[in-house]
């Protein structure tokens, strides 16, 4: 489904740069608004994902055959020092490949992550077929200077409450113990999900303080 979507809007995005050629030059649109640098980054960022995704499958069924193909391990009669060489090079090439795609698998994950953002920036665009769906996503671009001012003011905030836990409980607590775990409690704590009586175990005082002061 998501490659017929793809050459659909590589179709698309053809039929509208025929066009483009086609007008007139003094009725030809922008290629420089936001909306068509979307368009194409989208579709060019769609087709290195295809080439990534068969490219992938490649290295996969590769990495399939060559584990298939391991030789056996040497028997004791035949464990010569270079028949032993032989082997453990045969698996230590396809650990690392195995290990090379499960370090590409992840990178393809984070970039499919913000693959869906663009794509969530396409659907504004479509937005504007609707009036009031258009008026939404108006005051969503609009209001973006300031989201972005909170985001700062809120990171700002909820790092420095973040590290002040890991100060008081980092020592005494495993989900404190760490700079990322403390962020990461930090974030459970701003959904309700705490254990306030082992914080409050370790330092009761503080505890009171921290908690009133960062809800």
């Not at 973040?162 to 760490?178: D, H, K, Q, R």
Request: charged fraction near 15%.
């Amino acid at each position: 489904v998501w490659l017929s979507l793809v050459g659909l809007e590589l179709l698309r995005s053809g039929y509208k740069a025929i066009k483009y050629c086609q007008a007139p030059s003094d009725k030809k649109p922008s290629l420089t608004d936001i909306w068509s640098l979307s368009d194409w980054v989208t579709l060019l960022f769609s087709i290195v994902l295809v080439i990534n995704y068969f490219l992938l499958l490649a290295e996969m069924d590769f990495a399939a055959q060559e584990a298939a193909n391991l030789p056996s391990a040497p028997v004791s009669a035949d464990a010569t020092t270079t028949a032993l060489q032989t082997y453990h090079e045969a698996w230590d090439k396809v650990l690392d490949e195995i290990l090379d795609l499960n370090e590409w698998g992840v990178w393809n994950r984070v970039v499919m992550f913000f693959y869906t953002l663009m794509l969530t920036f396409q659907f504004l665009q479509v937005f504007r077929g609707q009036p009031k769906l258009a008026e939404l996503a108006l005051v969503l671009i609009n209001s973006g200077e300031d989201l972005v001012h909170f985001v700062v003011v809120f990171l700002v905030l909820f790092l420095n409450f973040a590290f002040g836990g890991y100060m008081i409980y980092g020592v005494y607590l495993e989900e404190w113990s760490t700079g990322t775990r403390s962020i990461n409690t930090s974030l459970q704590v701003l959904f309700g999900m705490v254990d306030l009586s082992r914080m409050h175990d370790v330092a009761p005082k503080s505890t009171i303080i921290w908690f009133c002061s960062f809800v």
